[in-house]
Nanobody
């Protein structure tokens, strides 16, 4: 049974940083993706960053150069370091897990989701 719990969201000023965490359990697949997605009011959920069991990482154009995804295996935690935050980064951020290594960027490929953590940038 996969469980994902996000934390670390908050309200910050433009230019500041936040680090999101996602504690997970039950992710025992030999092949997997874990990703961060976000959804702003009135908009579709979009991918932010993903990491695969093959060591690959990918970022949305809007996140490239500002955000970093990492995974601490011993602590069963996924991180998203977000720097130089902009008001357009304001959204609910979700952590997700999938076995579809070939589709790490596709939110539809993720069956397991956390409850989300709110990020507000003003």
């Amino acid at each position: 049974h996969v469980q994902l719990v996000e934390s670390g969201g908050g309200s910050v000023q433009a230019g500041e940083s936040l680090r999101l965490s996602c504690g997970y359990s039950g992710v025992t697949f030999s092949s997997w993706c874990m990703g961060w997605f976000r959804q702003a009011p009135g908009k579709e959920r979009e991918g932010v960053a993903a990491i695969g069991s093959d060591g690959s990482t990918s970022y949305a154009d809007s996140a490239e150069g500002r955000f970093n995804i990492s995974k601490h295996n011993a602590k069963n935690t996924l991180f998203l370091q977000m720097n130089s935050l902009k008001p357009e980064d304001t959204a609910m951020y979700y952590c997700a897990s999938s076995q579809a290594l070939a589709a790490c960027d596709n939110p539809l490929a993720y069956p397991y989701w956390g409850q989300g953590t709110q990020v507000t940038v003003s």
